[in-house]
């Protein structure tokens, strides 16, 4: 099936800093890519969606000024947390489909720590 | 946006028992999807269903969409130590690309 690789797996970092990270799609071209937030034993909320070439939608609530998300190219979507505080600590989950396809295929996640 | 509402919210079974799970919404759509999370990992598809009433199975899973188009349910037969994970339900509407997610059902199975 379809890869999807995130990276990085796990980050740490202070608070006030800005983290950044990256999501691909390593075999097919991914027009959309959906951006998660997922908090410990809770489910996946969806944060934004991000069109290769265009602005990004947010959900409603989601800071689109806190969160930068960049769709560059078909494989390549990044997220920025920008001056991360300790409540951004979440486990973050991309998601990518390709042109025509129904399905859905997930990256393996980031977890943020923000001490 | 609106949830879906899984059930049940965890379930501690042994080796070898089946296993049955639904995902109930208050609203129709086109397509269910039923996704499984180990820890520290993204959701990996097990199985997708996109007409009312589809019986689908894939491998020692079967999942049914809804003849109301507004339930589902997973089943597992004969479950195995690696079924242990959190089983969620998704839906998308009709014409529209996003996904909800279920609030999940965890599963442990005891030694």
């Known amino acids: 099936g379809a890869v999807v690789s995130q990276h990085p797996s796990w980050v740490i970092c202070k608070s006030g800093t800005s983290v950044k990270i990256e999501c691909r799609s390593l075999?097919?071209?991914?027009?959309?890519m959906f951006w998660y937030r997922q908090f410990p034993k809770q489910s996946l909320m969806l944060m934004a969606t991000?069109?290769?070439?265009?602005?990004?939608?947010?959900e409603q609530g989601v800071e689109k000024d806190k969160f930068l998300i960049n769709h560059a190219s078909l494989t390549l979507s990044t997220l920025t947390v920008t001056s991360a505080h300790p409540e951004d600590s979440s486990f973050y989950i991309c998601s990518a489909r390709g042109s025509g396809d129904e399905k859905l295929f997930f990256g393996s996640g980031t977890q943020l720590s923000v001490l | 946006g609106q949830q879906l509402n899984q059930s049940p919210q965890s379930m501690f079974i042994q080796e070898g028992e089946d296993v049955s799970m639904n995902c109930t919404s208050s609203?129709?759509?086109?397509?269910w999807l039923w996704y499984k999370q180990d820890p520290g990992e993204g959701p990996v598809l097990l199985i997708a269903?996109?007409?009312?009433?589809e019986l689908t199975s894939n491998g020692r899973l079967t999942a049914q969409f809804g003849i109301t188009r507004k339930d589902s349910f997973l089943n597992i037969s004969a479950s195995i130590p690696s079924d242990v994970g959190i089983y969620f339900c998704?839906?998308?509407?009709?014409?529209?690309?996003?996904?909800?997610f279920g609030t999940g059902t965890r599963l442990t199975i005891i030694p």
């Open positions: 269903l996109y007409k009312a009433g």
């Open positions: 991000s069109n290769e070439g265009s602005k990004a939608t947010y």
């Open positions: 998704a839906r998308r509407y009709f014409g529209n690309e996003k996904l909800t």
């Open positions: 075999d097919f071209q991914a027009t959309t």
């Open positions: 609203s129709i759509f086109n397509t």
